[in-house]
């Protein structure tokens, strides 16, 4: 019998930042206000608590002393000396018309306060300090840290006014839909049933377990490309292709023009694979093939979600959770789909494959525009700005070759075909603000191995 466990609904995204990569303000929900992450402007801003609640009055004397407020509790009167450890604070006695407060942690255990005497007396004349209501600890008292201080001295929060009490009043105080969330969300659009399986189902039937959810994916990768319009994302994993579908949709919420290129193998599921062995069909024929995720899932839900159809080729019922969008509208956008293989390197080496590997130089340049093909077998150049890189197959005619991409600005990778290093580094000399690559030398590096074994 299975011993009773928690059922587990946690996920986790690990983000490695690379340079002066950073996540961007969104505009979001108050879904994702959870927890620490409550982005009131009054928060992001916020008044600290003045008791410093985990440091014990005996280990810092100095800093436990009375602060006498007046009895309506608007207004500091004046601050008394620090009290030594073995002085009880029921010795010390407010004048008439006052009430004497001592920093109690919540716990009811005698703590110290943050600022000195000088120092606390100097931030309450500026507004910096903000007073509570009486409890049964003496009053809540607030102040801003030195960092918040140091915004409004610079102006970056302007101050409009005080309140009873002196504290100043910032010209933000409410809700900003506008901000970085904290590590965890709890969002209704990121449930995976709903917006993963069942989304999923609606386009092309019961093809593929546990998808990601649409949302969830999108809301990943937003927070790093919202300011990147012309962003290339690369999903080397693709699955169900929620990547490629997501990026989809956020172009079409803000008009960008990412582009994303999606890798996966196109292996069957253990059922499929054993049903299939069963009846004499091995990997390779065309009925395994069909059947492998990549053209069984990830190409037919790119396709379907670009059309605004489903798999029988009817429009796609419903709308996207949070955009005002119907699935039958799709996108206007293109794909396309490429068969990874494995070329002879003898035969790329003598450039008798060149036709099979534009795709591949395509998108090492950026995937820019539709790709390109390769019309002419006895060409001895490729200048394409529409792509933005260009490509020298015959190094005689380099001079003709410079001369027209020095034409175009807009190319900023260069591919010559060359044996000599001495003449490849003599030929980039000349395109020293562009991406520049020895072809095949580079190409076959890159792809080599298992080298030095």
Same mark, same amino acid.
């Given at each position: 019998?299975?011993?009773?466990?928690?059922?587990?609904?946690?996920?986790?995204?690990?983000?490695?930042?690379?340079?002066?990569?950073?996540?961007?303000?969104?505009?979001?929900?108050?879904?994702?206000?959870?927890?620490?992450?409550?982005?009131?402007?009054?928060?992001?801003?916020?008044?600290?608590?003045?008791?410093?609640?985990?440091?014990?009055?005996?280990?810092?004397?100095?800093?436990?002393?009375?602060?006498?407020?007046?009895?309506?509790?608007?207004?500091?009167?004046?601050?008394?000396?620090?009290?030594?450890?073995?002085?009880?604070?029921?010795?010390?006695?407010?004048?008439?018309?006052?009430?004497?407060?001592?920093?109690?942690?919540?716990?009811?255990?005698?703590?110290?306060?943050?600022?000195?005497?000088?120092?606390?007396?100097?931030?309450?004349?500026?507004?910096?300090?903000?007073?509570?209501?009486?409890?049964?600890?003496?009053?809540?008292?607030?102040?801003?840290?030195?960092?918040?201080?140091?915004?409004?001295?610079?102006?970056?929060?302007?101050?409009?006014?005080?309140?009873?009490?002196?504290?100043?009043?910032?010209?933000?105080?409410?809700?900003?839909?506008?901000?970085?969330?904290?590590?965890?969300?709890?969002?209704?659009?990121?449930?995976?049933?709903?917006?993963?399986?069942?989304?999923?189902?609606? $386009?092309? %039937? &019961?093809?593929?377990?546990?998808?990601?959810?649409?949302? !969830?994916?999108? *809301?990943?990768? @937003?927070?790093?490309?919202?300011?990147?319009?012309?962003?290339?994302?690369?999903?080397?994993?693709?699955?169900?292709?929620?990547?490629?579908?997501?990026?989809?949709?956020?172009?079409?919420?803000?008009?960008?023009?990412?582009?994303?290129?999606?890798?996966?193998?196109?292996?069957?599921?253990?059922?499929?694979?054993?049903?299939?062995?069963?009846?004499?069909?091995?990997?390779?024929?065309?009925?395994?093939?069909?059947?492998?995720?990549?053209?069984?899932?990830?190409?037919?839900?790119?396709?379907?979600? $670009?059309? %605004? &159809?489903?798999?029988?080729?009817?429009?796609?019922?419903? !709308?996207?959770? *949070?955009?005002? @969008?119907?699935?039958?509208?799709?996108?206007?956008?293109?794909?396309?789909?490429?068969?990874?293989?494995?070329?002879?390197?003898?035969?790329?080496?003598?450039?008798?494959?060149?036709?099979?590997?534009?795709?591949?130089?395509?998108?090492?340049?950026?995937?820019?525009?539709?790709?390109?093909?390769?019309?002419?077998?006895?060409?001895?150049?490729?200048?394409?700005?529409?792509?933005?890189?260009?490509?020298?197959?015959?190094?005689?005619?380099?001079?003709?070759?410079?001369?027209?991409?020095?034409?175009?600005?807009?190319?900023?990778?260069?591919?010559?075909?060359?044996?000599?290093?001495?003449?490849?580094?003599?030929?980039?000399?000349?395109?020293?603000?562009?991406?520049?690559?020895?072809?095949?030398?580079?190409?076959?590096?890159?792809?080599?191995?298992?080298?030095?074994?």
């Amino acid at each position: 019998m299975q011993r009773k466990i928690f059922p587990r609904t946690d996920e986790y995204i690990f983000y490695v930042w690379i340079g002066d990569a950073e996540p961007q303000e969104q505009m979001l929900s108050k879904d994702w206000l959870i927890g620490n992450a409550d982005n009131t402007k009054h928060n992001r801003y916020r008044w600290q608590p003045f008791v410093r609640a985990n440091i014990s009055r005996q280990k810092t004397p100095s800093m436990f002393y009375p602060i006498y407020v007046n009895e309506e509790g608007t207004k500091v009167t004046r601050v008394g000396e620090s009290l030594p450890p073995d002085v009880d604070i029921s010795s010390i006695k407010p004048n008439a018309g006052e009430r004497v407060v001592f920093p109690i942690n919540t716990n009811g255990a005698e703590a110290i306060w943050h600022l000195s005497q000088d120092s606390f007396m100097d931030s309450y004349k500026k507004g910096f300090i903000r007073l509570g209501a009486f409890n049964e600890r003496g009053m809540s008292i607030s102040y801003l840290s030195a960092g918040m201080v140091k915004k409004i001295e610079e102006g970056v929060l302007p101050v409009v006014g005080h309140n009873p009490d002196g504290s100043v009043i910032f010209a933000i105080d409410e809700y900003d839909p506008e901000f970085i969330p904290g590590t965890q969300w709890r969002i209704k659009s990121h449930d995976a049933t709903e917006h993963g399986t069942k989304l999923l189902q609606n $386009i092309i %039937g &019961k093809r593929f377990s546990y998808p990601k959810a649409l949302y !969830s994916t999108r *809301d990943s990768i @937003r927070f790093f490309i919202s300011n990147r319009p012309d962003a290339l994302v690369l999903d080397f994993f693709a699955g169900s292709g929620t990547t490629m579908h997501a990026v989809n949709l956020l172009n079409a919420e803000d008009g960008g023009h990412r582009r994303c290129i999606c890798v996966t193998n196109n292996e069957v599921s253990d059922e499929e694979a054993k049903k299939l062995s069963a009846k004499g069909i091995k990997p390779g024929d065309d009925r395994w093939e069909q059947l492998g995720i990549a053209r069984y899932v990830t190409w037919p839900r790119t396709v379907c979600s $670009i059309t %605004g &159809k489903d798999i029988d080729g009817k429009p796609i019922k419903g !709308s996207y959770f *949070d955009v005002e @969008r119907e699935l039958s509208q799709g996108f206007k956008t293109n794909a396309i789909y490429f068969k990874l293989g494995f070329l002879n390197k003898t035969s790329v080496a003598l450039g008798k494959q060149l036709s099979e590997l534009i795709p591949v130089l395509w998108m090492k340049a950026g995937a820019k525009g539709a790709c390109p093909k390769l019309e002419d077998e006895k060409a001895t150049m490729l200048v394409l700005p529409e792509n933005k890189f260009a490509m020298l197959m015959d190094e005689r005619d380099f001079q003709k070759f410079n001369e027209e991409v020095n034409k175009y600005p807009q190319i900023q990778t260069i591919y010559i075909i060359t044996d000599s290093e001495a003449g490849y580094r003599e030929m980039i000399s000349r395109y020293t603000d562009k991406n520049t690559f020895q072809l095949y030398r580079d190409y076959l590096d890159n792809f080599r191995i298992n080298t030095g074994r």
